[in-house]
Structures are given as structure tokens and as C-alpha cells.
């Protein structure tokens, strides 16, 4: 195996590493409902969130967090694999040019494999004993959901609904 092939590997392995063991917990907290200072620079980080998924029923943070923390597997891809491909080119020109694009190949790689196993782990529970979020997302969005009573109790004829409180917010109203 040429020593650019093992490097290749090596980086998308090392992601993917990143992906399980550090982004993919951090990705399964954030459905739990935590708030944004559960997550470290939460406050600045749910605002970045907020430009893209402003209605998100979750903490914009903890997304933002989980894919900021796969982007050093993704750098440390591109310099790794263009090094390695840059020793393996003869001329300038043509080195240059393939170490860039290895390189900047290997780091997009790497950035799939680290968002796919985070994936993997949050939703699919891989490394949790089975306990994703995609249980709980195919109930609440695949199931049947009942609307209504299907009966109508003679206490409930002429109730009305006096106030409205805000929920989901502590101290608030």
C-alpha cells in the first residue's frame, strides 16, 4: 500500500473516530431538549444557529457544536493526504496541484464520515445499546396521533379557555 493511500485511510479513520467518540454525543444531547448553556459557548453558537434554523424545535447549539467539532478531522485530512501526495509528485506545478486537490478530497471526505457516524450514533444509537432518536423521531412524526377526544365528556360542554401562559421558558410568561 503506497504511503498517500495509508495516509488517506488513516485520516478518514481518525474522523470518524472524531465522529463517534466526541461529536456524536454532543449531537445526541442536543434532542434531549437542553438549553443552549448546556453546550460550551452555547450563547454565541445558538445565535450562529439561529441564521439557519431559525424555527428549530431544539438548541441551534448543540448542531453547531457537533459539526464544528469534526471540522479539525477535516483539516488535519487535508494537510496529511497533500503532504503525503505532494512527496509522491515529481514536479512543482503538478505537485501543487494534486496535493491540493487530495488534499482538499480527503478533508471533504473526512467531514462526511465524521457528520455520518455522529449520525450514526445520535439517531441510530450506534454505541448507545441501541438508544437513538430515531424511535422517539418515527413515533412523534410516522405514527398516529390522536387530535381529538373521541368522546365528548358532558363536564367539557361550555368550557373555554381563560388564559394563555408561555411555556417552555423558565420565569417567563
Known amino acids: ?31 434531549i431538549g437542553l438549553d443552549a448553556s448546556a453546550f460550551p459557548a452555547g450563547e454565541p453558537l445558538e445565535r450562529l444557529g439561529r441564521l439557519f434554523l431559525p424555527n428549530a424545535g431544539f438548541s441551534a447549539a448543540g448542531l453547531v457544536l457537533a459539526l464544528l ?35 482538499a478530497g480527503a478533508a471533504l471526505v473526512a467531514t462526511a464520515a465524521s457528520t455520518a457516524v455522529a449520525f450514526g450514533r445520535a439517531f441510530l444509537g450506534w454505541g448507545n445499546e441501541g438508544r437513538g432518536w430515531r424511535g422517539p423521531a418515527d413515533e412523534l412524526f410516522g405514527g398516529q396521533v390522536v387530535k381529538t377526544n373521541p368522546g365528548w365528556p358532558e363536564e367539557w360542554k361550555g368550557a373555554r379557555v381563560k388564559a394563555h401562559l408561555k411555556s417552555g421558558r423558565s420565569g417567563g410568561q
Open 1 to 31: 500500500m503506497s504511503r498517500s493511500r495509508f495516509v488517506w485511510l488513516a485520516s478518514i479513520a481518525v474522523a470518524a473516530c472524531v465522529g463517534f467518540w466526541v461529536s456524536g454525543p454532543v449531537l445526541y444531547r442536543t434532542f
Open 69 to 103: 467539532l469534526g471540522l479539525p478531522a477535516a483539516v488535519l485530512a487535508y494537510f496529511a493526504v497533500r503532504g503525503a501526495r505532494r512527496a509522491a509528485t515529481d514536479r512543482s506545478r503538478r505537485r501543487f496541484l494534486t496535493g491540493a486537490a487530495s488534499g
